[in-house]
């Protein structure tokens, strides 16, 4: 296997409609993959259609991208993110509604006064921007609100006012939500049950706002942009709108239909004007065309809505694919099952009907997804030419999935070529390649092939590694033998077999140390009991590389560091970006975007500074009583033996260090621990904590040595009267903790 090195690239400013169901990728990745495997204009096949973003920056790097889509949600966010609306049809479509009647009243006018509710200090109305609810209750206990009259805001105990509108509304509910469902199925239809299921993630209030708008634009004269706008706003209200919005906790990717026990109900109008914003930040201009229409050879999108398996016949004779690219889906109920109802409410049944399994189906385990997906590839190869590649991306990542993905890609003719991870926290690059048999020679699972894997990946990262990087590690050996899943295997049988192995493998194993709290195989990190002799570790490493580009190159932004760095830790050794900010929050300073050293981290500066240190602590010996010797790499402190023998006493070794080097530094001392003094400058105590922090084996070697600062050494020839033994309270009072900075941790 090749070790094509993790591409970096940037986050997305604004993250877009529905982007808690949408793969969180980075910007940058496809368009720095595509032009080293193919050549511009030619095509390319995204399987899964899931992520817009990577189709349109696939499209705008001069690529005709052909995507199969089977959900309606989807496709309409990719078209919508190809070719949306311009901002004064969003604007037209919203004002439309706004001063549409209901009643005496304009429509805007109801709708917000659904939400109205009591300023606590000014007793003044006000629009609340949300209410809190808890599961099983059929009261809001609470509001936050923005007073606009007298600027009071933040979470108030709901009022009586706000008790009796929500029962208000409650008390019509049952006609809303009938139909609710009536747009998505018959009454008689046989799914109308899961139907019902899936309404009951709203309360009332929001699907009674939903309704009423969605029955609305069926009597509004739009034309068909402002419809197709107004339709994306609804879009944006009805994820807003139903109950899987924990409350206080901030970032979540739901991925089950659960009921947080505290959940917040979004103001619908509001969400509706936040909704105008995300689209128009999202604006494009990407040709988007309906298979069969063709599109230009300078790029576009060809959307097929339907299965891989129809199209597959027809490609092959007509259209020659250069790549396969795409974002592998994981399971996801939730969006799945919403995208159905929503479908329904915006386009009516016609448009769930096809879709309607999504519905049906409750349980999505990784033995479902590696069966899924493995006919995925199994229609990718018998439509693609012998060596296409295919660049996936695996966002989320979690050992079953990675399983899953590595198992259906093998047991369907693909060849794995490359897998770049960085953390559990980003998407996983892997590349693979259409190879010569769809069925091929399946071996047995070997336990020793997995152990050396495993083993050797540890050595090479000279430090303890998460589960998901040594399970990686062994999948990949796995992958490598043809070991992953035999022919008569199900999927579930192959994935069981596989994760067990791979356990086993590490819990019964003496060379292997696991540092967890709990008993779980897959908690914690894993480490190698031979590592204590390898100080050459992943993070020394990088701050080692870090620092040689800034001199090198200074002024140079973020990803160009990046740039350089990857390459030289490919494959399971990406560092992570808490790991690079940890090495330039110790060395550098930004300006602007651009990185460069400290002046007093850049080399000459710091070689001028080693010189001074070490003249102080001859300086501070000598009014010790002690005579100063340099031996190798360490400085020594020692006194005439009394007893008048040959030998010196030693009493102290300092090892002086530019760097965190930690683990360097007492691998080459090699005095007892309780005699050594490392001396680090101040700028490197945080970054050598951050290190002992993350891995707890060096915690472990570092505990019996002392520490100092270059500034300690400083004060310390301030100090008038200075005894032996407060020196040693000195050394003893400035430990590295206390600098310890807010960093992440990986
Ligand atoms: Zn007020």
Known sequence: MDHQSYIPGMSPAEAGPLSRFIPPLEEGVISAWLPLHASTSSWLLDPFGFSPRLILEAARSGYRVLVTVNNPVTRFLLEMSANPPSESDFKAALAELETAKKGDERLGAHLQSLYLTTCEKCGRETQAQYFLWRKGEDVPYARIYECKECGDTGERVATQQDIDRAKKIAATDGLHRSRSFERVVALNDEDRIYVEEAIAYYLPRPLYFLNTIINRLDGLSLTPERRRALSALILVACDAGNTLWGHPSERQRPKQLIIPNQFREHNLWTQLERGLSLWLETASGVICEAWPQKIPESGGICIYEGRLKDLAREVKKEIPIAAVVGSLPRPNQAFWTLSALWAGWLWGREAVEPYKTALRRRRYDWAWNATALNSTFTHLFELLPLGTPFFGLLPEPEPSFLTSALTAANAAGFDLKSLALRTEHDPVQIVWARGEHLKRESNEQNIDDIREAIHSHLIERGEPASYLHVHTAGLVALTEAHALKNKEQEFDEAMRATQALIQNALANDERFVHYSSGESVDTGLWGSAELIRHYESLSDRVEVAIVTFLQKNPNSIYLELEEDLYPRFPGLLTPSKAMIYAVLGSYAEKDGAAWKLRA??????????????????????????????????????????????????????FYILASALVGRAITETPYPPEQIIIVIPGGRAALASYKAQRDPALATRMKPYRMAKYRLLRTLLEVPVLTRETFVEQIASDPLEKSKAQMMMF
């Open 600 to 653: 007093e981290d850049v080399s000459t500066a710091r070689r001028n500074e080693l010189n001074t240190i070490t003249a102080m602590i001859e300086t501070i010996g000598r009014r010790l009583g002690y005579a100063t010797r340099k031996q190798d790499k360490n400085y020594l402190w020692e006194e005439n033996n009394s007893k008048g023998g040959a030998t010196p006493l030693l009493h102290y070794a």
